[in-house]
């Protein structure tokens, strides 16, 4: 079993729909836990990150974790054209641990269709 | 500008010939790593760098060494490379452990 599960999609949704992206992990010691998104042909650049349980809100991203059910999730607001790309999950002990690694899910390919 | 360039940013070779994959950042940051991406597996880590000469394995480093003999410059060798290190590799930095990491653009290796 992967330390990290995340459904590969793809999701196509129309603009303006709520976008839920949702992963799954196993290991109860992460603590912090990322959202990162793709376009294609370049890195990953960081959107949202929390610590342990809660909500984080930045515009229209709503950053969701559970960790009672080891689950977090985030919700796209208002999706537009320009939020098509791969959003990876990606979390930690201690934002990195010891060697400064993050532990990723597959990603899931997003299209937002005008 | 803020930034971690890689290069080349695709690179076609053939099994057995040694090749580098250069590493730069220019934020001043002390760690940096190498991750590979590949379809099904997501991103996992090669090597990491904690600081100038040091450096440590990740979860998948055979096959593959590093230096870090600048704190700038974080370049990943293949002594001899196979057909899976056909990949796609990131490059990332942060300022310090507990911070975001910043990744590169990319570089797309096949080899035949």
């Known amino acids: 079993q992967k330390e990290v599960e995340q459904d590969p999609g793809p999701l196509s949704v129309p603009e303006g729909a709520i976008v839920s992206l949702n992963c799954t992990y196993s290991?109860?010691?992460?603590?912090?836990f990322m959202w990162y998104r793709q376009y294609s042909r370049k890195g990953p650049e960081l959107l949202m990150y929390t610590y342990s349980s809660g909500n984080k809100e930045d515009g229209r991203f709503t950053a969701q974790v559970d960790k009672s059910s080891k689950y977090i999730s985030l919700f796209i607001r208002d999706s537009q054209p320009s939020d098509s790309a791969t959003y990876l999950c990606a979390m930690s002990d201690l934002y990195g641990g010891a060697t400064n690694k993050l532990i990723f899910g597959t990603g899931t390919l997003l299209a937002v269709q005008p | 500008e803020a930034q971690v360039t890689q290069n080349p940013r695709y690179l076609i070779t053939v099994t057995g010939k040694k090749l580098t994959v250069t590493c730069s950042q220019n934020?001043?940051?002390?760690?940096m790593s190498w991750y590979r991406q590949d379809p099904g597996l997501g991103l996992r880590q090669i090597y990491y760098s904690m600081n100038v000469e040091v450096t440590d394995k990740g979860d998948v480093p055979e096959g593959y060494k590093v230096s870090r003999k600048e704190k700038r410059n974080f370049p990943l060798i293949l002594e001899s490379p196979s057909p899976n290190q056909t990949s796609l590799y990131f490059c990332a930095s942060s300022i310090k452990r507990t911070s975001e990491q910043f990744f590169g653009p990319g570089t797309r290796l096949t080899v035949l």
């Open positions: 290991n109860s010691a992460f603590q912090y």
């Open positions: 934020m001043n940051h002390e760690y």
